[in-house]
């Protein structure tokens, strides 16, 4: 089974910190993807990466930051984080062409 | 733009009810539509459809895609409680891989 391991269930942080948020698969997938997910607007795209240090922007990339440095880890990065970004935040992983595969998402909280 | 909906956003049944829900969708060069079920966590993969008129069926589940029409449907027989969740469609964008996601039907069956 594909495994999509997200390193936290629950964060809270402050406004103004630079927040990092860890995502690794274990099925060599050479796609993942950063989504974040609110009520009401559904699942939308931040970042995906095709290959180790490659990113791509997806619909709503402001604020945010990448970093792929090895093909199993996507790293998601809030450079100072605003309350407007607190929301439930999905990776997920595939191969091309394939379904992707969720990680159970980190739920943040900003205060 | 690329475009998913999902009809309707939220359905309420009884156990052993049949439901079907719909996906409407406009994607040039359209590859396939991937339907997911997610309950408290990350959405978990049901089906990958590609081609019209061919039945995908897992247990009391099962889907079918009408490529001329531009649609999907997920149909669920016998309902039960343990089928409450949130069922979401998408389609790979126009441009490669990334998913567009429609907003979702959140089905609550109850006893």
């Known amino acids: 089974d594909v495994k999509v391991t997200q390193s936290s269930r629950y964060l809270v942080k402050r406004t103004g910190e630079k927040v990092f948020l860890e995502c690794v698969q274990d099925m060599d997938h050479e796609n993942m993807f950063w989504y974040r997910q609110d009520p009401g607007l559904g699942l939308r795209l931040i970042y995906f990466?095709?290959?180790?240090?490659?990113?791509e922007k997806g619909d709503i990339p402001e604020g945010y930051s990448v970093s792929r440095e090895k093909k199993e880890r996507f790293s998601l990065i809030l450079e100072s984080a605003s309350t407007n970004q607190t929301s439930m935040y999905l990776c997920?992983?595939?191969?091309?062409?394939?379904?992707?595969?969720f990680g159970d998402g980190t739920r943040l909280s900003i205060l | 733009e690329d475009k998913v909906v999902q009809s309707p956003l939220s359905l309420v049944v009884h156990e052993g009810d049949t439901v079907t829900l719909n996906c409407s969708y406009e994607?040039?060069?359209?590859?396939?539509l991937l339907w997911y079920k997610q309950e408290k966590k990350a959405p978990t993969f049901l089906f990958m459809l590609t081609s019209s008129g061919i039945e995908k069926k897992s247990g009391r589940l099962s889907s079918i895609l009408d490529k001329k029409e531009l649609f999907s449907i997920l149909n669920i027989t016998a309902t039960q409680t343990g089928d409450s969740a949130i069922y979401l469609c998408a389609v790979p964008n126009s441009g490669n891989t990334p998913l567009v996601f429609g907003k979702g039907t959140r089905l609550s069956v109850i006893a």
């Open positions: 994607v040039t060069n359209f590859r396939s």
């Open positions: 990466s095709y290959d180790v240090k490659m990113k």
């Open positions: 997920a992983s595939s191969f091309s062409p394939g379904p992707q595969h």
